[in-house]
């Protein structure tokens, strides 16, 4: 028996007169009395089928089905009375003349459409109707064109796909790891990848010189609005590369991208480096899609009286174009939502340079036009504009400046979803210090090559070791990081010693790593993307959760199968668990 000739999305006038057999679901009835129409649904598309008087009892039959009901219908194709010119299907109809109900549905929780009545909670736990509609079925296409693309882009370049293991041991990604404990060896866990990032290094190692793997990695993190603890990264690695190579090999899979998916060919992207990105846009991951740039002052106003800047290291600011009219409201709004923690101002300085090349400012007290001249040269800042500044230690205060940024960005409507900006940071420190553990941490990871000409610095002055590592940054967010690697036993060991790990740790947890450089490693490196992100930001659209069937919620849980759960007290025993809680 055949459930279908055809799919819900592919007949047209060319079939008239054909005899077709059609499966799907009811998406909707409209019973005019002398003729009843169903709209059947399945993943192609919607087909009208007509149920006509002339057949009463088939008719009867039809008006017991309900929404979501699975059907299959055979009958003959004709042409509509009706057309419509919207569907690829509207200008025929299916003439039913048989009707066999697949399986029965409950009223769904709610409707199956383009707009549904459903709130996100009710849809996530009902994600398989969810998935039904338009907007996330056809997402998930999108994600699926968009994973094959960048497949076959790579095969031609010569990368080949291997799987890595998910129960390994701990890889330092800068989170936490998720961990599996072991049944066959009590008291022992395995710890889920953060990403292959070790695996990928072996393989070079063991020759297999372009590797590459669309995987799940896993990361115990506080959550972050939009982020997921399960994800998907385009993981690749490459050997006898610079980072040069790697590179102009990944720009060339976003450049592919950007011109399979929307036809747009970009030049090739500019690079920034880490301290210029700071400096220019208090992030480093840009949306270089509109100007506003960070401009710092604090030459300018350290001589003056006003305590809150003279005080601070760095004082600077930028200007909104044309917001010199908002009011005292507007204004004091702003004002509250730097001092968010999210953000973290303790204020703000406002400077209304108005059209009439007059100034009208937060601190007319202490600073006169000659001030708000050289001010509005540094931030670039024309009639009309609004200062905003901000001040305090540099880098805390240029970060600030940069959310302060994206968010005018935002409200001012400069970030355009159609448009894309991607570019490289380059030269990133190698270390970072921490102040809450009074250690160093690798910036990327353990793992990333400081620059040939800095290695003299690891020493003297670690902090001001720049590393071989890269970011690729698209509109604002990084979608992708990576780096040339260290591939001798002696550095690597080094580089551990300066994270504070002791030899015998550095040993235990990374000692097949450093014993394989030992075997002839060649020097190499790599790069990861993050899939969730690209294929969002590719349609235009921020949010990762709605390219990925069946997502986590804000909290880490899967509402739909409701994990995570207890296990029972058989099961923890087997795993030889006991728990405190
Ligand atoms: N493993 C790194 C990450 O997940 C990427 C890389 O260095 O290739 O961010």
């Known amino acids: 028996m055949k459930y279908r000739t055809h799919t819900c999305g592919e007949l047209n006038m060319h079939h008239a007169g054909q005899r077709v057999k059609l499966s799907g679901w009811v998406q909707r009835i409209r019973d005019l009395g002398a003729v009843l129409f169903v709209d059947l649904r399945d993943r192609y598309g919607i087909t009208q089928l007509a149920f006509y008087e002339e057949n ?32 690829p299907t509207g200008d025929i109809e299916v003439k039913v003349e048989k009707l066999k109900v697949l399986n029965t549905s409950k009223i769904p929780p709610f409707t199956i459409e383009d707009q549904t009545d459903g709130g996100e909670e009710i849809r996530a736990v009902y994600r398989y109707l969810d998935i039904r509609r338009n907007p996330l079925k056809n997402n998930l296409i999108f994600r699926s064109r968009v994973t094959q693309a960048v497949r076959n882009y790579l095969a031609d370049q010569g990368f080949i796909d291997i799987e890595t293991p998910y129960l390994i041991k701990s890889t330092p990604e800068g989170a936490r790891d998720f961990v599996v404990p072991s049944r066959l060896h009590p008291g022992q866990f395995y710890a889920l990848p953060q990403s292959p990032q070790t695996f990928k290094q072996l393989l070079m190692v063991a020759g297999m010189d372009k590797y590459m793997q669309i995987v799940k990695c896993f990361r115990d993190e506080d959550l972050r609005a939009d982020r997921q603890p399960e994800f998907t990264q385009i993981d690749c690695e490459m050997s006898f590369v610079e980072q040069e190579d790697v590179l102009r090999t990944f720009e060339g899979l976003l450049k592919h991208l950007l011109k399979e998916f929307h036809d747009i060919e970009t030049g090739n992207f500019p690079r920034m480096t880490y301290e210029e990105a700071l400096r220019r846009y208090g992030t480093d991951k840009p949306d270089i899609r509109f100007g506003m740039e960070l401009g710092e002052i604090t030459d300018l106003v350290k001589q003056k009286d006003f305590k809150v800047f003279s005080a601070t290291e760095y004082t600077g600011g930028i200007a909104v174009p044309e917001a010199s009219g908002y009011s005292r409201k507007q204004i004091d709004e702003l004002v509250k939502w730097v001092q968010r923690p999210q953000v973290g101002a303790k ?204 997502p986590k919620n804000n909290a880490g849980r899967d509402v739909m199968i409701d994990a995570p759960d207890y296990l029972s007290e058989a099961q923890l025993k087997e795993l030889h668990l006991k728990l405190e809680v």
């Open 56 to 87: 009463k009892n088939l008719l009867e039959q039809a008006r017991k089905l309900g929404r979501e009901f699975v059907i299959q219908a055979e009958g003959t194709v004709v042409e509509r009375e009706s057309k419509n010119k919207k569907l």
């Open 347 to 550: 204020g703000m300085v406002w400077v209304k340079y108005n059209e009439d090349g007059s100034f009208k400012s937060s601190v007319d007290k202490f600073f006169d036009k000659d001030d708000f001249i050289l001010w509005a040269e540094r931030l670039h800042a024309v009639p009309g504009d609004l200062m905003l500044i901000l001040s305090g230690d540099k880098e805390t205060t240029q970060k600030q400046l940069g959310v302060l940024r994206m968010e005018m960005g935002e409200r001012l409507n400069l970030r355009k979803p159609y448009e894309f900006a991607p570019l490289w940071i380059v030269d990133f420190p190698l270390l970072e210090w921490d102040e809450e553990t009074q250690r160093y941490h690798a910036m990327h990871h353990p793992f990333t090559s400081p620059k040939p000409e800095d290695i003299p610095l690891l020493d003297s002055a670690p902090e001001k070791v720049r590393a071989n590592a890269y970011d690729l940054v698209l509109n604002g967010n990084e979608i992708g990081g990576g780096s040339i690697r260290i591939y001798d036993r002696t550095l690597q060991q080094k580089m551990f010693k300066l994270l504070g790990f002791t030899d015998e740790e550095a040993e235990r947890q990374f000692g097949f790593l450093m014993k394989a450089f030992e075997y002839g490693a060649p020097p190499h490196g790599g790069i990861a993307l993050g899939l969730d992100r690209l294929v969002a930001l590719l349609a235009g659209k921020e949010s990762i959760r709605e390219f990925i069937a069946f």
